[in-house]
């Protein structure tokens, strides 16, 4: 069964600063990573998306990493602003036999940028 | 398009109550999922449909959810009795054939069953 694990579960850093938030993932068949955004009540929104044959996928100021052998992802974060602030979500998808397909999410990093 | 619609936006009833949370995908997507998130297990697919069709259900805990999707634009996720180990916020996404994994997310539902 897979198992994604996101540590720390809470990150608070000044404005300004560059961050590095960590994912990993127990079985590396995967299809894709994602990582989502959450606002407090709110639904996600898809940050990026980078396939298993990638390496990395970059918007912005955001730039996601996929090592699969070794079973991690990082979402780098440059000159983080207030506005980050935001509970940041992975999430792997295996694809199975007959077209079927299902997320299994982290449980999220909740990010505090201080002005 | 405004999105994922979800009904009621915050639902509170008594243990043993009946509860009926409702969705509305974006129009012309295929797929439609129904996820529940608590802080102890946090986000967990329960079910999902691709046209109107159950595919997965294996994420639904027990006899006492039910899901259904009637037509294209209406999807319901029932639960009867409810318990308060039930409390946790529902979402509805949706998505395209052709790119089942961008999942469009509802606001969702908190549901506290007291």
């Known amino acids: 069964k897979q198992e994604v694990t996101q540590i720390p579960a809470a990150l608070s850093v000044p404005e300004g600063e560059n961050l590095v938030l960590n994912c990993s993932f127990t079985?590396?068949?995967?299809?894709?990573l994602q990582w989502f955004r959450q606002d407090p009540g709110k639904g996600l929104t898809s940050l990026l998306l980078?396939?298993?044959?990638?390496r990395e996928q970059t918007s912005g100021r955001l730039n996601a990493s996929l090592d699969k052998s070794s079973g991690r992802s990082t979402l780098y974060i440059a000159a983080s602003q207030p506005g980050d602030s935001a509970t940041y979500l992975c999430?792997?998808?295996?694809?199975?036999?007959?077209?079927?397909?299902?997320?299994?999410f982290g449980k999220g990093i909740t990010l505090s940028v201080r002005p | 398009d405004a999105g994922v619609i979800q009904s009621p936006r915050h639902e509170v009833t008594e243990m043993g109550q009946e509860v009926t949370l409702r969705c509305k995908p974006i129009?012309?997507?295929?797929?439609l999922f129904w996820y529940r998130q608590t802080m102890m297990r946090g986000l967990e697919l329960l079910i999902y449909f691709n046209n109107n069709v159950p595919i997965d259900d294996s994420g639904m805990p027990e006899d006492r959810f039910s899901a259904k999707m009637p037509n294209a634009s209406f999807s319901t996720l029932k639960i009867q009795p409810s318990e308060p180990r039930d409390s946790a916020v529902y979402f509805c996404?949706?998505?395209?054939?052709?790119?089942?994994?961008?999942?469009?997310f509802g606001p969702g539902t908190r549901l506290t069953v007291l």
């Open positions: 996404a949706s998505s395209l054939w052709d790119s089942p994994d961008t999942q469009y």
């Open positions: 980078i396939q298993s044959s990638q």
């Open positions: 999430a792997v998808e295996a694809r199975y036999t007959g077209a079927n397909s299902k997320l299994t």
């Open positions: 129009s012309g997507h295929d797929y």
């Open positions: 079985d590396s068949a995967i299809y894709n």
